[in-house]
């Protein structure tokens, strides 16, 4: 994983008041982890996408979308509810989903979709 628990934690608790139980979120962060992974990106390294060839550490982006994206799954009842609602009407009835769904996967989180949408798009780096 490009995070351990601990400094998951330690983000989350900055940015959020409720946190996910430890196995909870741990197993969530091997599961965002993995679909990070299934992401092609240019010049990713011979084990992992990141860090890519040529860089020593892994991108601070990369890190905070396997928290956002572990962040989401475990709460993905109470965020589903508005987070991928681009826009809303009431006469006759208009709901628009923005999309999260990239090389097949579907992220939970929009952050984590955006942020790996630039690595797919090959604008970082």
């Known amino acids: 994983m490009y995070i351990n628990l601990m400094e998951a934690k330690e983000y989350l608790m900055a940015r959020y008041s409720k946190l996910p139980e430890d196995g909870q979120l741990n197993n969530a962060l091997q599961r965002a982890y993995d679909k990070i992974e ?8 011979d084990t992992a996408n990141f860090p890519r060839i040529g860089e020593d ?37 208009s709901v628009t989903f923005i999309e999260t ?25």
Do not use: H, W
């Open 57 to 93: 550490t892994i991108p601070t982006k990369i890190i905070q979308a396997q928290v956002e994206e572990a962040y989401s799954m475990c709460f993905k009842s109470e965020i589903e509810n508005n987070s991928n609602i681009k826009s809303k009407s009431d006469g006759d009835m």
């Open 101 to 125: 769904t990239l090389s097949g996967i579907q992220f939970q989180s929009r952050l984590t979709y955006e942020i790996m949408k630039k690595f797919k798009r090959k604008t970082y780096g």
């Open 38 to 45: 299934e992401i092609d990106v240019r010049n990713c390294g």
